[in-house]
Nanobody
Framework: VQLVESGGGLVQPGGSLRLSCAAS????????MSWYRQAPGKERERVAY????????NYADSVKGRFTISRDNAKNTVYLQMNSLKPEDTAVYYC????????WGQGTQVTVSS
């Protein structure tokens, strides 16, 4: 199993970013996927979840209405569209797959600052 995140960067408050997570090594369309984040000195927290066929999503209260998780099973990729970004969204963002055990990507840094 391999998960590779991309799309992070530096953005001003109120801006947007779209993260991508390319998956390989398992039948992507059969598994739910999640995005997590970890800010310095804080525990890793789940921000968004999507079922295997995308029929159901779930978000942390802190990102509801601003972030959207989606997936393209033909491309084995899960996305996180982040709008109206705030400084408190600054963190390393990880995608996760639960394929028997938890698998994590290497993470992508998102920094929201003016």
């Amino acid at each position: 199993v391999q998960l590779v995140e991309s799309g992070g960067g530096l953005v001003q408050p109120g801006g947007s970013l779209r993260l991508s997570c390319a998956a390989s090594g398992f039948t992507f369309s059969s598994y739910a996927m999640s995005w997590y984040r970890q800010a310095p000195g804080k525990e890793r927290e789940r921000v968004a979840y999507i079922t295997s066929v995308g029929g159901m999503t779930n978000y942390a209260d802190s990102v509801k209405g601003r972030f959207t998780i989606s997936r393209d099973n033909a491309k084995n990729t899960v996305y996180l569209q982040m709008n109206s970004l705030k400084p408190e969204d600054t963190a390393v963002y990880y995608c996760r797959a639960l394929v028997g055990v938890h698998y994590w990507g290497q993470g992508t840094q998102v920094t929201v600052s003016s």
